[in-house]
């Protein structure tokens, strides 16, 4: 990984593009993004060589091509490590992209299918590179351009010994996921990606948080995953049951492609609106 400096870039800067806590983002004029952290974000860090070593390691990787990595670290003079510079990726961000769904475009599950097949696809190329995505339910860090798929925010990862720093809020309670199943030896286990799957294909196919199970609806009901699936009209046992499995604390998961293909070979789907961007999904059997 070569380097830059911060006073050479400079001049490129065309426009900011994100600001927080952690840092700026910001578009190059040659459509490169530069990513800045802050003072602040770094100080909290501890130890900021943590994010250096990751970035200075980077590079390609062959088998997994969605994940796009750092072109170069960035430094402040003399040797003040502040960021990276990386190219851009293609499409719009998750988000975006369903923002701009028809009603039968939602209604369309084989649609569904093919996206997530393609999702989980590059999540277990990558989890047997060792690697793990503790923000992949962070739906701005997933772009999609005629079904293809790229991962931004590389730091975000955890790549090989390299460690992260936070978890996708969609996750819910971070504490839960510092057990065995999820997190050894200081490093998070491929079993948070297959949970990290589960809650996001049925957020973004069915509208329904699974973070929601153990609350009380308005009625005073305790919601249950069993619940869930008689919402959807779900009967499928088997995926029925890798979802509870996927779920649990304490048992191993899988990865659910093969289960979301039988669905949709089982299952049509029906889309009612229900209010301003919420709609009602229910399956019914072909």
Known sequence: MYKMYLKDLKPQIKTMIKSSLAGGVYRLNNGDFLKIYSPIFKSLLGDARILEDKVMDAKPIDSVPEIIVPKCAVYDYPNNFVGYVTSPALGVDLNAYDENFSLQRRSDLTAYTSFFTGLIDAVKRANKEQIVFPDLCTCDNIFVKCGRISFIDYDGLQVGRHKVFALSTTLGDEEQYYCPKYFQQGLFTPELDKKSMVLLYF??????DLNKIGHFDPTGHKITLEDIFEIIGLEDTSFMDK??????SNQDGDYIDEDIVRIDQS?????MPFGPKTYLKKLYKK
Request: aromatic share 18%; proline share 0%; glycine share 0%.
């Open 203 to 208: 957020l973004f196919v069915f509208n329904i």
């Open 243 to 248: 979802v509870k499995r996927i779920l649990s």
């Open 267 to 271: 299952y049509a789907m029906k889309v």
